[in-house]
């Protein structure tokens, strides 16, 4: 065993021959699975991608429209509402979020099912298994999306009211434009760096961040498979695991860099 996986060879001979390996997309054999590590991993890559873009999509959205709402309002009943709203949403754990929503929206009133990514009994095939994926999703979306959401929109507000003190938005309402055209074309597109910061940072992690979100619901992403591997001890598949979402942060990194020239005039110029 310890010739086959080059166990008795030197240690930068091993680092080398992984590293040319990995970057042929051989991770190695998972013992726990008894398949090679890649495929386990594609596998369970577009379960994560779901849940993850689904929950970063609720947040961005709802937690940008929140922000407006409070930014618009400021020191107002509303604003006060929304930010005790978000402060709570931002205090509460992951696994306690998804239990209350197990108890009240599945087992409680039943609309929705309690574990799983599809129904048990399966036979579903083109728009109704769609539907039914898509019926799975919606509490660990719910769960994912509402601890993302409350930093979203405590972040819009923050910078929106920072931003409609500035005198570019001076200059706008001086030159006769509409309320609406001042907030939405050019304060919040200035709020919006940080947002895009936070929810760029969040793109990478997430991919395992969502371990708690998975084990809750038995969904079957990258978190709930470095949850097994962990128990199991499966270190090649753990090391493939680390290596995507490495990569992930990077390319994450990157996409946020090219969405600032597109919302930071600033940044094409220099």
């Given at each position: 065993m310890r010739a086959r996986f080059g166990l008795d060879r030197p240690l930068p001979e091993q680092l080398g021959r992984y590293l040319l390996n990995a970057?042929?997309?051989?991770?190695?054999?998972?013992?726990?699975?008894?398949?090679?590590?890649?495929?386990?991993?594609?596998?369970?890559?577009?379960?994560?991608?779901?849940l993850m873009l689904s929950g970063l999509t609720l947040a961005t959205l709802l937690g940008v429209w929140l922000g407006v709402l409070a930014a618009r309002r400021a020191e107002g009943p509303l604003d006060h509402l929304i930010s005790a709203g978000t402060l709570i949403g931002y205090s509460m754990p992951a696994f306690w979020l998804g239990q209350i929503l197990?108890?009240?929206?599945?087992?409680?009133?039943?609309?929705?099912?309690?574990?799983?990514?599809?129904?048990?009994?399966?036979?579903?095939?083109?728009?109704?298994?769609?539907?039914?994926?898509?019926?799975?999703?919606?509490?660990?979306?719910?769960?994912?999306?509402?601890?993302?959401?409350?930093?979203?929109?405590?972040?819009?507000?923050?910078?929106?009211?920072?931003?409609?003190?500035?005198?570019?938005?001076?200059?706008?309402?001086?030159?006769?434009?509409?309320?609406?055209?001042?907030?939405?074309?050019?304060?919040?597109?200035?709020?919006?760096?940080?947002?895009?910061?936070?929810?760029?940072g969040h793109v990478g992690t997430l991919l395992t961040g969502a371990v708690l979100t998975e084990i809750i619901f038995a969904w079957p992403g990258l978190g709930r498979l470095l949850y097994d591997a962990t128990l199991a001890r499966d270190y090649p598949l753990l090391m493939a695991i680390f290596l995507v979402v490495s990569t992930s942060v990077v390319l994450a990194n990157l996409l946020t860099d090219l969405v600032y020239t597109r919302l930071d005039p600033r940044v094409r110029y220099r």
């Open positions: 970057a042929r997309g051989e991770f190695g054999y998972s013992f726990a699975y008894s398949q090679p590590v890649f495929q386990v991993v594609l596998g369970r890559i577009p379960a994560t991608l779901l197990i108890i009240v929206f599945a087992a409680g009133l039943g609309l929705f099912p309690v574990q799983g990514m599809s129904t048990a009994r399966g036979g579903q095939t083109g728009l109704r298994y769609a539907l039914d994926v898509l019926w799975h999703l919606v509490l660990p979306a719910a769960t994912l999306g509402l601890l993302q959401l409350a930093l979203v929109a405590r972040l819009t507000r923050a910078g929106l009211r920072e931003s409609l003190a500035e005198e570019f938005v001076r200059t706008a309402r001086a030159k006769g434009l509409g309320s609406n055209a001042v907030l939405y074309r050019h304060a919040l597109r200035n709020a919006l760096l940080p947002v895009v910061t936070v929810v760029g």
